[in-house]
């Protein structure tokens, strides 16, 4: 039961930093950062002692309630290492004040709970129950037919006479963690210091803040922010460190979860958990859960054990051919976010007398290669993150523990890497538990990738299965030669999940008997646009249900590409009008470019949100005109 942090492995994932640095200047400059985090630690360690003790001295004279209580719930060390922890992870663009502050304050709490779990004995219950119950769980369903948590209310009934964790976690309210994070930022950016001449030699040394306020537009709103110093930021980059540190809590479980018995308890041993994702600073929902009569929540909480409890894997030979492109350059058109040597020059800085539209193409062009750059640096992060947590799961079967939001649709509690993520992380997911495909498994295997292809979405599945057995040469070459060969998965819709198809397909039907290969090949199924299903479904549409399959039709329908034709009929009855935007249009409008905005618009995205939907969709058109 890891109650702390959890490091991942990156030996490997940044070998473009590695082909650009000697490795010398590497190991020296790694060798700098962690003499500079050994000495911000001693520094903020006397600085938080200070801190305390003026509080302490404050709660003295003055009746007023102050954080004083709260800097003692833990080791002195604990607060100092949540603090570096978070300043390595910021980004240099820097971060919200209020949510470094937040997630900071959730740190603290995260492990003043297990330690109030430790001084309470109940670790020695959770164990003893943990123990009974997974050895229920490995008689693979054979207990009389009981639901996890009904085998864990069981056992507690047996133990302890009757329910003995139910009120073990007690919440914070969020303006408290709040002010306790932000406390403790404050002490960051007050004495956290670097030399000024770390990277460029200077006469006058002097130290200068690593961390510092600026003020930044969200829309309409001003927000405060933390952003780091950009000696900081290079010297981070330079070292390209081989781990990372992420809280247990965000990292799938390599156990299986506790299950749901009530909104405060389940899905991890140690770690705080809610039932019900909310706004921070929400409570209302919260206290609607509990005033709940727990019969009527059984239904639920039983649900979302049973999505907890399937165990799963990853696809190794599938990892190693998406690390392998992440470490050359990336590819944006497979989702692999290129690193920032791949990102736009600034322009040149205007010399001599320049006009007012000069200056203004000038300051466009920056601002949008900053933008550029900053979105580049946070797909490339969002990308290594979910990279180094497959990496560092290779090996091992592991668990999602589920809950819901107010609306009652699941989600994986772990955020960054899930089976509801990317077409990347999909594809390398498979269930730990393998099944006979069967007499008709080989078959659906592929209708589902004739499903990723985007290809055939208006033709019957006998028809899919057929076009698919017209391809083999192309499905094999795939699974033989995914870089090297045809490249035939690079033109679908999902790639990475038509390419681990294509290498399943290739197994099952090259093994002695397909209908016995044992698969652990998820097949996604899904709703044909669910918003619209809803709508046609409420108002008895029945033109509205046949374009999104809720009546019965000799081939399946496809709403957008219905929609598209429709788009489609328009443009030309506008060109033959003049009309330059339509006739620059000529050959563009297809499916993928109408499907998010078709999607969202019963979700109530407004007219300049699908504006930008389609301008993103005709940006990643090659051949459409830029221009325009």
């Keep these: 039961m890891r109650n702390r942090s959890c490091q991942t492995n990156l030996i490997g994932f940044y070998e473009e930093v590695s082909k650009n640095l000697d490795s010398g200047i590497a190991v020296d400059v790694r060798a700098l950062l962690?003499?500079?985090?050994?000495?911000?630690?001693?520094?903020?360690?006397?600085?938080?002692?200070?801190?305390?003790?003026?509080?302490?001295?404050?709660?003295?004279?003055?009746?007023?309630?102050?954080?004083?209580?709260f800097l003692c719930l833990l080791e002195e060390e604990q607060y100092i290492d949540i603090m570096v922890q978070s300043l390595t992870s910021l980004p240099p663009t820097g971060e919200s004040f209020l949510l470094i502050s937040r997630d900071v304050g959730n740190q603290i709490y995260n492990r003043f709970s297990i330690r109030k779990k430790q001084q309470a004995f109940h670790i020695e219950k959770i164990q003893s129950l943990y123990r009974d119950f997974c050895q229920l769980l490995a008689k693979n369903g054979k207990v009389s037919g009981l639901l996890p948590r009904e085998m864990w209310e069981k056992?507690?009934?047996?133990?302890?006479?009757?329910?003995?964790?139910?009120?073990?976690?007690?919440?914070?309210?969020?303006?408290?963690?709040?002010?306790?994070?932000?406390?403790?930022?404050?002490?960051?950016?007050?004495?956290?210091?670097?030399?000024?001449n770390l990277l460029s030699p200077r006469s006058d040394t002097k130290f200068i803040p690593v961390l510092y306020h600026m003020y930044s537009f969200r829309s309409t709103r001003q927000i405060g922010l933390i952003k780091p110093h950009p000696i900081f930021s290079q010297i981070l980059l330079d070292a390209s460190e081989s781990s990372l540190t992420f809280e247990s809590l965000v990292m799938p479980m390599l156990c299986p979860p506790v299950p749901?018995?009530?909104?405060?308890?389940?899905?991890?041993?140690?770690?705080?958990?809610?039932?019900?994702?909310?706004?921070?600073?929400?409570?209302?929902?919260?206290?609607?859960?509990?005033?709940?009569?727990?019969?009527?929540?059984?239904?639920?909480?039983?649900?979302?054990?049973?999505?907890?409890?399937?165990?799963?894997?990853?696809?190794?030979?599938?990892?190693?051919?998406?690390?392998?492109?992440?470490?050359?350059?990336?590819?944006?058109?497979?989702?692999?976010?290129?690193?920032?040597?791949?990102?736009?020059?600034?322009?040149?800085?205007?010399?001599?007398?320049?006009?007012?539209?000069?200056?203004?193409?000038?300051?466009?062009?920056?601002?949008?290669?900053?933008?550029?750059?900053?979105?580049?640096?946070?797909?490339?992060?969002?990308?290594?993150y979910k990279l180094s947590i497959a990496n560092h799961l290779r090996e091992k079967n592991f668990w999602f523990p589920h809950n819901m939001d107010f609306r009652g649709r699941t989600y994986p509690c772990p955020p960054y890497f899930n089976h509801l993520g990317s077409d990347v992380t999909r594809a390398l997911l498979l269930f730990a538990e393998g099944k006979p495909l069967g007499p008709k498994g080989l078959e659906w295997l592929k209708t589902h990738l004739i499903n990723l292809t985007g290809l055939k979405k208006r033709s019957s599945l006998k028809e899919r299965r057929e076009y698919a057995d017209t391809i083999m040469k192309d499905i094999l070459d795939s699974a033989d030669q995914p870089l090297n060969g045809k490249r035939w998965w690079m033109e679908a819709d999902e790639p990475w999940q038509a390419l681990a198809c294509c290498m399943e397909i290739a197994k099952a039907s090259r093994s002695p008997d397909p209908t016995k290969y044992i698969s652990h090949f998820p097949v996604h199924q899904d709703g044909s646009c669910n918003g619209l299903q809803h709508y046609a479904a409420l108002g008895r549409d029945e033109i509205g249900a046949r374009s999104v399959n809720l009546m019965p039709c000799k081939s399946p329908q496809d709403v957008y590409s219905g929609v598209a034709q429709q788009v489609e009929e328009f443009r030309q009855r506008d060109a033959k009008r003049g009309l330059k935007i339509a006739q620059v249009l000529d050959g563009f409008i297809g499916r993928k470019v109408v499907k998010q905005t078709v999607m969202t618009v019963v979700y109530g995205v407004t007219r300049y949100g699908g504006r930008l939907q389609i301008e993103k969709r005709l940006r990643e058109l090659e051949a459409f005109p830029q221009e325009y």
């Design 260 to 384: 749901w018995l009530s909104p405060r308890f389940g899905a991890y041993l140690l770690n705080p958990a809610k039932l019900m994702r909310s706004l921070d600073g929400a409570v209302q929902h919260q206290l609607l859960l509990e005033k709940c009569p727990p019969g009527q929540l059984h239904p639920v909480l039983d649900s979302l054990n049973q999505l907890g409890l399937c165990a799963w894997r990853i696809n190794q030979p599938l990892l190693d051919i998406i690390v392998s492109i992440f470490n050359e350059k990336g590819n944006e058109k497979l989702d692999i976010p290129p690193p920032l040597s791949e990102a736009p020059k600034l322009p040149d800085q205007l010399q001599g007398e320049t006009s007012s539209l000069e200056k203004m193409t000038y300051q466009r062009e920056l601002t949008r290669c900053r933008k550029k750059t900053s979105e580049m640096h946070s797909l490339r992060m969002d990308a290594l």
């Design 34 to 69: 962690n003499d500079l985090r050994c000495h911000w630690k001693k520094v903020l360690l006397q600085a938080f002692r200070d801190s305390k003790n003026q509080l302490e001295r404050n709660s003295r004279t003055s009746r007023r309630m102050n954080l004083y209580p």
């Design 155 to 196: 056992l507690e009934h047996e133990k302890y006479g009757g329910p003995c964790l139910l009120n073990v976690e007690t919440s914070w309210p969020n303006s408290l963690v709040v002010q306790l994070g932000t406390h403790l930022v404050d002490l960051m950016v007050q004495e956290i210091k670097i030399q000024n």
